[in-house]
């Protein structure tokens, strides 16, 4: 039987994802000194790092953001005053067969065809692409490149070179969620992870040492695979929402769609209680999730938890109804399974992110990245007091912003963001003091490349030590 043949070079120039802010950026540099526009903090000391997709070669058969992609991290150091920043490819086997080929090897996630072993040898034949490129996790001494589901790549933090898979002392060995929760009260990291064949969601605990504190753990009452991206965590639960998105092989293999939305199931929530006990179901109206802002337990016993909320998954479902979105708060009650749902905001807003010191308990102010008007692209950052609920906008004109960031500072705290300029696509990290952050930045790093827009990252502080010379 002749060798599949590979699929064609997907059409960059009529890509959204992969042209203007979001084309792909194959430079590796490391910079200091960097030029800043204002004054950087004095108690603002640490590393921001920033994981996200960026094909290493263009893309063949197809693209589909942001689920493909090479992952590329940036990593922005920031103290006395000054910054500097290094970006490095995470190098799997996958990204270094393409170096030596030259071109692309593997087709997106979404399409049948891999390379034979004529192509890549008997090792890698019938492969599928390895994508650590969603988001950026320090814990228990390692550094770590996440995936979607999968394992993650161990860095180095001094040059960002890549070193090895990850299992993370088995608590990773099903995989994991490429949003694990840290505990700040535990110092636990915790995860789930979502599967093509059962067990289709497993969840476990990294404890502050790095150690396996418990296994995957299959969820029961699971008995289709879905896709979950993000988690939220309570001191006593591990929140997932199950958004009806359903991967159909059979469909795929068919020439179909590997996702299948599928609304008339409607949206299943688990808390599962983090001492292992039965899991408590809540089942609710059809809608889709990408991220959750944090969560809590009331002393009544319910459950909080507050999201960004969207009528479906668009790019991945064909559905032609309008979208909307909004940063919504659910009350669960694990008793009865009984929910009660609240917009807080009625954006169209993503990567909502609080102090990650307030994670697990309550937090006042959610940030998120959203527009300035109907049809506009991400060009504002809004700040809600969940309390109050005043809204503060930073409207950043020409600029296409990220995902936020709170920075905490020796003496104040800030809110960082990535965000390029569409009018000469130079790209700057932002820092605007958490006290007023619709004045605008107080201070502006100019970036020695363009960094392509998406995904998620961290704040280390200057003293971690994962950051301390070796």
């Given at each position: 039987?002749?060798?599949?043949?590979?699929?064609?070079?997907?059409?960059?120039?009529?890509?959204?994802?992969?042209?203007?802010?979001?084309?792909?950026?194959?430079?590796?540099?490391e910079?200091?000194?960097?030029?800043?526009?204002?004054?950087?903090?004095?108690?603002?000391?640490?590393?921001?790092?920033?994981?996200g997709?960026?094909?290493?070669?263009?893309?063949?058969?197809?693209?589909?953001?942001p689920?493909?992609?090479?992952?590329?991290?940036?990593?922005?150091?920031?103290?006395?005053?000054?910054?500097?920043?290094?970006?490095?490819?995470?190098?799997?086997?996958?990204?270094?067969?393409?170096?030596?080929?030259?071109?692309?090897?593997?087709?997106?996630?979404?399409?049948?065809?891999?390379?034979?072993?004529?192509?890549?040898?008997?090792?890698?034949?019938?492969?599928?692409?390895?994508?650590?490129?969603?988001?950026?996790?320090?814990?228990?001494?390692?550094?770590?490149?996440?995936?979607?589901?999968?394992?993650?790549?161990?860095?180095?933090?001094?040059?960002?070179?890549t070193?090895?898979?990850?299992?993370?002392?088995?608590?990773?060995?099903?995989?994991?969620?490429?949003?694990?929760?840290?505990?700040?009260?535990?110092?636990?990291?915790?995860?789930?992870?979502?599967?093509?064949?059962?067990?289709?969601?497993?969840?476990?605990?990294?404890?502050?040492?790095?150690?396996?504190?418990?296994?995957?753990?299959p969820?029961?009452?699971?008995?289709?695979?879905?896709?979950?991206?993000?988690?939220?965590?309570t001191?006593?639960?591990?929140?997932?929402?199950?958004?009806?998105?359903?991967?159909?092989?059979?469909?795929?293999?068919?020439?179909?769609s590997?996702?299948?939305?599928?609304?008339?199931?409607?949206?299943?929530?688990?808390?599962?209680?983090?001492?292992?006990?039965?899991?408590?179901?809540?089942?609710?109206?059809?809608?889709?999730?990408?991220?959750?802002?944090?969560?809590?337990?009331?002393?009544?016993?319910?459950?909080?938890?507050d999201?960004?909320q969207?009528?479906?998954?668009?790019?991945?479902?064909?559905v032609?109804?309008?979208?909307?979105?909004?940063?919504?708060?659910?009350?669960?009650?694990?008793?009865d399974?009984?929910?009660?749902?609240?917009?807080?905001?009625?954006?169209?807003?993503?990567f909502?992110?609080?102090?990650?010191?307030?994670?697990?308990?309550?937090?006042?102010?959610?940030?998120?990245?959203?527009?300035?008007?109907?049809?506009?692209a991400?060009?504002?950052?809004?700040?809600?007091?969940?309390?109050?609920?005043?809204?503060?906008?930073?409207?950043?004109?020409?600029l296409?912003?990220?995902?936020?960031?709170?920075?905490?500072g020796?003496?104040?705290?800030?809110?960082?963001?990535?965000?390029?300029?569409?009018?000469?696509?130079?790209?700057?990290?932002?820092?605007?003091?958490?006290?007023?952050?619709?004045a605008?930045p107080?201070?502006?790093?100019?970036?020695?490349?363009?960094?392509?827009?998406?995904?998620?990252?961290?704040?280390?502080?200057?003293?971690?030590?994962?950051?301390?010379?070796?």
């Amino acid at each position: 039987m002749a060798a599949p043949t590979a699929p064609a070079p997907v059409d960059l120039t009529g890509h959204t994802h992969l042209t203007g802010v979001f084309a792909p950026q194959r430079r590796e540099v490391e910079v200091d000194d960097l030029p800043i526009v204002g004054e950087l903090p004095a108690d603002l000391r640490g590393t921001y790092f920033r994981n996200g997709p960026n094909p290493r070669f263009d893309p063949i058969g197809s693209y589909v953001y942001p689920l493909d992609g090479d992952a590329m991290v940036h990593r922005l150091r920031l103290e006395g005053g000054r910054a500097a920043y290094t970006n490095r490819f995470v190098r799997t086997p996958m990204v270094l067969a393409e170096e030596r080929a030259g071109h692309a090897l593997w087709a997106g996630i979404t399409d049948p065809y891999t390379p034979g072993p004529e192509i890549v040898g008997p090792d890698l034949a019938g492969t599928s692409r390895q994508l650590p490129d969603i988001n950026v996790v320090a814990h228990g001494g390692r550094l770590l490149a996440m995936a979607e589901s999968d394992l993650p790549y161990r860095l180095d933090p001094a040059d960002l070179a890549t070193l090895a898979r990850e299992d993370c002392d088995g608590a990773m060995a099903l995989g994991s969620t490429a949003h694990p929760k840290l505990d700040p009260v535990t110092g636990d990291l915790v995860l789930f992870t979502y599967r093509l064949d059962a067990p289709y969601l497993a969840w476990s605990v990294v404890g502050p040492d790095g150690t396996a504190r418990r296994a995957p753990t299959p969820v029961e009452g699971v008995d289709e695979p879905v896709m979950v991206h993000d988690m939220a965590l309570t001191a006593r639960y591990i929140v997932l929402f199950l958004c009806p998105l359903v991967f159909d092989i059979p469909g795929l293999l068919r020439g179909g769609s590997l996702l299948d939305w599928r609304p008339a199931a409607g949206t299943r929530i688990a808390l599962i209680p983090r001492d292992g006990s039965a899991v408590r179901w809540a089942e609710t109206d059809t809608f889709w999730v990408w991220h959750f802002a944090n969560a809590y337990d009331e002393a009544d016993g319910t459950v909080v938890v507050d999201y960004v909320q969207w009528a479906y998954p668009s790019g991945l479902a064909k559905v032609a109804t309008p979208q909307r979105g909004a940063l919504v708060r659910a009350v669960i009650d694990p008793r009865d399974g009984g929910i009660t749902r609240t917009d807080l905001a009625v954006h169209p807003v993503e990567f909502p992110r609080v102090d990650d010191r307030e994670l697990t308990g309550r937090h006042s102010v959610i940030a998120t990245a959203g527009s300035s008007g109907p049809g506009a692209a991400k060009d504002a950052l809004l700040f809600l007091d969940s309390v109050t609920g005043r809204e503060t906008w930073w409207n950043a004109g020409d600029l296409a912003v990220g995902e936020p960031i709170f920075l905490p500072g020796e003496r104040a705290g800030y809110w960082g963001t990535l965000a390029t300029d569409r009018t000469d696509l130079s790209s700057w990290f932002h820092v605007l003091a958490a006290e007023d952050p619709g004045a605008g930045p107080i201070a502006s790093v100019r970036l020695p490349i363009r960094v392509p827009a998406g995904l998620h990252g961290m704040w280390l502080p200057a003293d971690s030590a994962l950051l301390a010379p070796a």
